[in-house]
């Protein structure tokens, strides 16, 4: 796929503007109706992903040039989160507005337009795997004392990708620490790559590096084909929609791909885990976007685009549809209500329409101060749920909620699943 291939999507934009909104159907309050952090805070239409379609196609009929530098704004002041994209599909059958902002990335990037404050990031990649301005040598840090099995020497059929995040933010080290004590518990025959660990690719690939992405992508599945892998258990929401969804697209992929919360469910229903303890609290979930209306299964597909009569555009056989309906939304709220003494409440906006928590595809490093704010607004959200803490299954989105409450000083507490779940056992 490339962006001259999506042609069709960008001049039927009908300017409709649902991408803006949550569904009206699913509206609760003016307060959190708004569904595009982008064309919020920047209040101008080149910032939906209407006006993203716009702008690629002045970019395809070279009415525009590459090097425009309120068009670089434009293209990467986007977290890829999809919420325009489920919304424009409620009308729209077969309408991929993320694709199109996707691909119009990898063009810039090919034509060597980025934004400037992506080179620390990108130099940083190449030489030490990661984006967190870490020391490859220090990625297996947090496993100290654990004696997990170490898969560059030895085999399992499970692997615990832990991810870049986990892996290199102290704070956040009781989250991967409490999966092993889990999964060790349950009596799962698993192993960590440690230091050599890759990144999984998946955010740069949405910061539009293709190149690194693939190249990250092999190393991965040819470290877990030595090690005898047959699934990959990932805590990182953004580490399961590459494996999920990127790696199948782009190459051959045959392992089962499951979310920790995923594995403990399945723990939980084989009698292998059980709850003993009060976690008194009223907590809401966060829908992590990578997980949710992004984090759907790859589902092959070849066919080919056709008019009828001229005019009226179909794909033959029918195309997939990834409208964020097949997201894992039940599975951790399935872990959390069977915790005794949580009580559940859910924001306004959630599952395949919740709000981006502002970290998702390089925001939080290009732009933090849009970052920030995203993340503001979806505390504000929580608050107004009468919740006393916000609870999430990704890293990325609960380092963004921790600063975010920690610049407003909000009493709102910032927790992972596996942090109850550790409490309950
Ligand atoms: S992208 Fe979709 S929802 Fe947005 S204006 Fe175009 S057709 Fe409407
Ligand atoms: S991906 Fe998110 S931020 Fe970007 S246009 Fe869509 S809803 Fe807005």
Not at 25 to 30: C, D, I, P, Q, R
Not at 100 to 123: A, E, S
Not at 274 to 292: N, R, S
Request: aromatic share 10%; hydrophobic share 35%; glycine share 8%.
């Amino acid at each position: 796929m490339a962006l001259e291939d999506l042609r069709a999507t960008v001049t039927r934009c009908s300017r409709c503007s649902y991408c803006k909104w949550i569904p009206f159907a699913h509206v609760k309050s003016w307060r959190f109706a708004k569904g595009c952090p982008s064309i919020e805070y920047n209040k101008f239409q080149s910032y939906s992903a209407s006006g993203r379609l716009c702008a690629s196609l002045s970019l395809l009929e070279e009415r525009s040039s590459y090097f425009d530098e309120g068009l670089v704004d434009i293209v990467f002041k986007c977290m890829l989160d999809g919420c325009c994209d489920v919304a424009c599909k409620i009308n729209r059958y077969d309408f991929e507005p993320v694709e199109v902002m996707r691909q119009m990335r990898f063009k810039m990037i090919d034509n060597g337009c980025y934004p400037p404050q992506d080179m620390p990031l990108i130099d940083h990649l190449k030489k030490e795997d990661n984006m967190m301005m870490a020391a490859k040598a220090d990625r297996a840090n947090w496993a100290e004392g654990l004696g997990v099995k170490d898969l560059t020497e030895e085999k399992a059929e499970v692997v615990f990708h832990v991810g870049c995040r986990f892996s290199f933010d102290e704070e956040l080290w009781r989250v991967p620490r409490t999966v092993v004590d889990l999964l060790n518990k349950a009596g799962v025959d698993f192993g960590i790559l440690g230091k050599d660990e890759n990144c999984c690719g998946g955010r740069v690939c949405d910061m539009g590096y293709r190149g690194e992405f693939i190249k990250y992508a092999e190393n991965n599945i040819d470290a877990w084909k030595n090690a005898g892998v047959k699934t990959v258990v990932t805590g990182c929401s953004d580490c399961y929609h590459a494996f999920k969804r990127l790696y199948p697209e782009e190459m051959e992929f045959n392992f089962e791909v499951v979310h920790i919360t995923e594995y403990i469910e399945r723990l939980i229903n084989e009698g292998k885990l059980k709850f003993t303890k009060e976690v008194p609290m009223t907590i809401t979930y966060h829908d992590p976007c990578h997980l949710g209306r992004r984090g759907e299964a790859h589902v092959p597909w070849k066919g080919e685009q056709k008019k009828v009569r001229g005019h009226v555009l179909v794909w033959e056989p029918r195309r997939p549809r990834y409208n964020g309906a097949q997201g894992v939304y039940e599975t951790p709220r399935n872990v959390l209500k069977s915790i005794p003494g949580v009580k559940l409440v859910e924001m306004e906006r959630n599952r395949e329409y919740a709000w981006c928590c502002g970290a998702g595809a390089g925001v939080r490093e290009r732009y933090p101060d849009f970052s920030e704010w995203t993340a503001g607004e979806r505390i504000e959200e929580a608050k107004a749920s009468g919740a006393e803490a916000i609870v999430s299954a990704c890293p990325h989105c609960e380092r963004n909620f921790m600063d975010a409450v920690a610049e407003k000083n909000e009493s709102l507490k910032v927790f992972d699943i596996l942090d109850l779940v550790r409490e309950a056992i």
